[in-house]
């Protein structure tokens, strides 16, 4: 998915993993009069990081027959990985690399961008109902100039006391996720409780974790070996709680209704990091460089190589890729702003 505000700033994304806090979503539109709209929680004005987490759109229950439902041209991604989640419906998903998938719910569709990859996201004719989460988590320097690349896996349920699990990436609740993620230390589960079901998670106190709310009333009991115990959170719908590191274990408890949820989690990326639309960098000057070089590739702007090259791709390789005929026109990227960087947490 691509990040579809028209007017988006260039922002050094900081994390906090010594403080808890409940972020509040805000609402963008995909765009188009009839387009769906997301609820994004990352990167929050308050904190843009868990873990290596950077993005979190919460999308539907959208009704396509009324929206026309997703349908997300060809655009670009640098230094990142995008984690595709459904809870109803399909969306068809291209890649540059030639990669194709179906994706439908329990179905995780990996892509890590490495040093540069283009796709798009269209929900399939069959699609009535459209809900799920976009994900994406910042490669770290050492491995984000990598080869861009497709990964799917069907994530089995794991059978929990009044609910169930699946883990679609690392190790939760006795179950590993096979996928490569080129980052040490992640995690992303989605979490169903029927009503009134309370159940413990234990989780790695070196991570720092992350519960999306989609449906239901959820009560958090976060206890561990940090200072101060455990703490009671209550988690409103579309909201992302921010647990500290140090937790040891999640006490879920349903309301009447039962509850479901995404957990994400991750070591602290310790890396400071910019991202502008869909591009992730170290650097303003670099972003500048991704953006330039996609504009003059797919013939948006004229120009020449720009005086900051993207590191390890020489100026006559297609960084974005080639892509088959007869698909929707790509979407061009939006303008840098006039500002340079603000620090952001």
């Known amino acids: 998915m691509s990040n579809p505000d028209p007017h988006p700033t260039d922002t050094v994304c900081l994390g906090d993993p010594a403080v808890d806090g409940l972020l509040s979503p805000r609402e963008v539109p995909l765009g188009g009069p009839r387009a769906m709209t997301v609820r994004r929680t990352l990167p929050h004005r308050e904190i843009s990081l868990i873990g290596a987490w950077c993005f979190c759109d919460h999308y539907g229950p959208d009704d396509v027959a009324e929206t026309g439902g997703m349908h997300v041209a060809r655009h670009p991604h640098t230094g990142l990985a995008t984690v595709s989640w459904l809870f109803s419906g399909g969306v068809d998903h291209l890649d540059s690399t030639g990669g194709r998938a179906r994706i439908e719910p329990g179905d995780l569709a990996l892509m890590a961008a490495g040093r540069g990859i283009t796709h798009q996201e269209i929900s399939t004719p069959e699609t009535e109902v459209l809900h799920g989460v976009q994900l994406w988590y910042a490669l770290p320097d050492a491995t984000r100039h990598g080869d861009p690349g497709l990964q799917e896996y069907t994530a089995p349920p794991v059978e929990l006391e009044g609910g169930e699990a699946r883990v679609f990436i690392g190790s939760l609740l006795g179950s590993t996720s096979p996928v490569e993620t080129w980052t040490e230390g992640l995690v992303g589960a989605e979490i169903r409780l029927g009503a009134g079901a309370e159940v413990t998670v234990p989780v790695d106190p070196a991570f720092e974790h992350g519960l999306l709310m989609d449906s239901g009333e959820l009560a958090v009991r976060a206890a561990g070996a940090s200072e101060g115990g455990a703490d009671e959170h209550v988690v409103p719908d579309g909201h992302l709680l921010h647990l500290a590191v140090g937790r040891e274990e999640l006490v879920l408890r349903a309301g009447p209704e039962g509850a479901r949820l995404v957990l994400i989690g991750g070591v602290p990326l310790g890396e400071e990091i910019v991202m502008f639309w869909n591009f992730v960098g170290r650097s303003h000057e670099e972003v500048a460089s991704f953006r330039a070089r996609y504009q003059r590739e797919l013939g948006f ?45």
Request: net charge negative; aromatic share 4%; no cysteine.
């Open 301 to 345: 702007e004229p120009g020449e190589p720009t005086d900051t090259p993207v590191p390890l791709v020489a100026d006559e390789v297609d960084l974005f890729g080639p892509w088959p005929e007869g698909q929707p026109e790509p979407l061009p990227a939006p303008n840098l702003p006039n500002a340079r960087l603000r620090p952001r947490g």
